[in-house]
C-alpha cells in the first residue's frame, strides 16, 4: 500500500517524488517507456532565465528558477554544471528587452578574446544559469521510491483505495504530459509542442550556454554538448499521444530534417570543430496557452457543474465546494520550462498535499475550470 502512486516518471512526476519521499511517505512512481523516456528525456534541460520587464509570468519562471538552481545543486551536483547563458537577440528578445536586468554585455570582440571560434555576434551574460543531465537528475530524484514499468489504461477506485495492476495506493498523482489522460478533465487543454536535443562531440571549448533561437551548452564533463529547440508543430491543433515521439508517424521521417536545422542554427552563433552527432532525442511537452502551468486537485467537471449549474453564468462558487475526483491530483504543462519548474511545483504541490497550503490562483485546477465551464459550456 503506498501513500502516493505517481502515474508519469518525467520532470513532474520524480520532483513530487522526491519531495514526498523526504517528507517520510511512502512513494511509487509509474511510466509506460522508463524515467526521463518521454519528454523530460529529449528536454536540452537548460536552466535559464526569462529576460524583459518584470510581468506576472517572468517573475514566475525566475522565481521558479532561483529555486530549482538550488535544488539540483543539493540533489546532484555531479549532473548540474553552472556556467551561465550567453542570451543572443532575436526577433522575440530585442537588445533591450534582454538588457532590462541591466547585465554583462559582450560585444564581438569581447566574445573572440574568450573563445575564437564565436561567430559575428554579440549578446547579454547571465550569469544565474546552467543546464543538467535530465535522465541522471530524474534518477537521482526518485531514489528510494518503487518505479513500476506499466502501461496504465484506467484508474479502479474502491473502498478508499486505487488498485492498479495490484499497484494499491491511498491518492494519486498524474505528470503524464500530453499523453491520453486517465481522468476526463476536459477544462485543462493541453497542447503538444515539439522539442528535440541533440547530443553531439566536438573539439570546441564552449565557456557557457549560448541561447538564441536555440540553445547549445557548455562542455560537460564528459565533453559532449547538448543543442536543443523547442518548436511548436501539429498546426497548433490540439491532439493527445498515445505513443512515443519515437514512434509516432508524425515525427518519424523528420528527424533528419530538424537535426540539421539545429546544427545550422548553432553554426550561426559558434564553430563546432571536428562535430559528431551522438544520438538525437525527440519529445512533445505539454503546454497549455496561458503558459502557465498547472497544480493541484483534479475537479470532477460533469459532477460539479450538475450541482452547481449557474457556474456557467458566471456564479462564483468557492473552491472548496466544487466536486473532487477522490484523492486525484494533477501537476502539469510545464511546457519547455520543464526542468526550471519541477521542482518549484512539487514543493508547491506538497505543500498543498501534507500541509493544506493554499495553491496560487494563476496555477491552480480551478481557475482552468471556471474560465472552461463560462465560456465553453
Request: hydrophobic share 35%.
Given at each position: 500500500m503506498y501513500d502516493y502512486l505517481i502515474i508519469g516518471a518525467g520532470a513532474a512526476g520524480c520532483?513530487?517524488?522526491?519531495?514526498?519521499?523526504?517528507?517520510?511517505k511512502n512513494i511509487a512512481i509509474i511510466d509506460r517507456d522508463g524515467v526521463a523516456s518521454g519528454a523530460s528525456g529529449a528536454a536540452g534541460a537548460f536552466l535559464s532565465p526569462l529576460a524583459g520587464k518584470k510581468n506576472p509570468y517572468n517573475s514566475f519562471v525566475n522565481d521558479s528558477l532561483s529555486f530549482s538552481l538550488d535544488f539540483y545543486?543539493?540533489?546532484?551536483?555531479?549532473?548540474?554544471?553552472?556556467?551561465?547563458v550567453l542570451r543572443v537577440a532575436d526577433d522575440n528578445f530585442s537588445k533591450d528587452r534582454l538588457n532590462e536586468l541591466q547585465n554583462e554585455y559582450y560585444s564581438s570582440?569581447?566574445?573572440?578574446?574568450?573563445?575564437?571560434?564565436?561567430?559575428?555576434?554579440?549578446?547579454?551574460?547571465?550569469a544565474d544559469a546552467g543546464h543538467i543531465n535530465p535522465a541522471e537528475i530524474s534518477a537521482k530524484m526518485i531514489e528510494g521510491c518503487d518505479f513500476y514499468k506499466k502501461d496504465i489504461i484506467e484508474l479502479k477506485y474502491e473502498n478508499g483505495v486505487y488498485d492498479i495492476h495490484g499497484i494499491r495506493a491511498k491518492n494519486i498523482i498524474l505528470t503524464q504530459g500530453v499523453n491520453t489522460p486517465l481522468v476526463d478533465a476536459p477544462y485543462i487543454e493541453l497542447s503538444p509542442i515539439f522539442g528535440l536535443r541533440v547530443d553531439a562531440k566536438t573539439s570546441t571549448k564552449i565557456p557557457f550556454n549560448i541561447h538564441k533561437s536555440i540553445s547549445i551548452s557548455t562542455n560537460k564533463k564528459d565533453n559532449t554538448i547538448a543543442i536543443g529547440a523547442t518548436q511548436q508543430r501539429h498546426d497548433s491543433k490540439e491532439m493527445l499521444?498515445?505513443?512515443?515521439?519515437?514512434?509516432?508517424?508524425?515525427?518519424?521521417?523528420?528527424?533528419?530534417?530538424?537535426?540539421?536545422?539545429?546544427?545550422?542554427?548553432?553554426?550561426?552563433?559558434?564553430?563546432?570543430?571536428?562535430l559528431e552527432v551522438i544520438k538525437a532525442y525527440k519529445g512533445a511537452r505539454a503546454s497549455i496557452k496561458s503558459y502557465f502551468?498547472?497544480?493541484?486537485?483534479?475537479?470532477?467537471?460533469?459532477?460539479?457543474?450538475?450541482?452547481?449549474?449557474?457556474?456557467?453564468?458566471?456564479?462564483?462558487?468557492?473552491k472548496e465546494s466544487l466536486l473532487y475526483h477522490p484523492n486525484i491530483y494533477i501537476l502539469n504543462a510545464l511546457g519547455s520550462r520543464g526542468f526550471v519548474f519541477a521542482p518549484y511545483l512539487a514543493n508547491i504541490l506538497s505543500q498543498y498535499l501534507l500541509e493544506k497550503t493554499e495553491i496560487a490562483d494563476e496555477i491552480s485546477t480551478q481557475k482552468l475550470f471556471f474560465k472552461y465551464a463560462r465560456k465553453k459550456v
Open positions: 520532483a513530487i517524488a522526491h519531495f514526498l519521499k523526504k517528507e517520510g545543486k543539493e540533489v546532484s551536483s555531479e549532473s548540474f554544471i553552472k556556467k551561465g570582440d569581447a566574445l573572440k578574446t574568450i573563445c575564437s571560434d564565436f561567430k559575428e555576434i554579440e549578446g547579454f551574460f547571465y499521444c498515445n505513443t512515443s515521439c519515437d514512434k509516432c508517424s508524425f515525427y518519424i521521417d523528420d528527424e533528419k530534417t530538424q537535426v540539421e536545422y539545429l546544427l545550422e542554427k548553432a553554426n550561426e552563433l559558434i564553430a563546432l570543430r571536428d502551468p498547472v497544480v493541484g486537485a483534479l475537479i470532477d467537471f460533469d459532477a460539479t457543474l450538475e450541482k452547481y449549474p449557474s457556474i456557467k453564468n458566471g456564479t462564483k462558487i468557492p
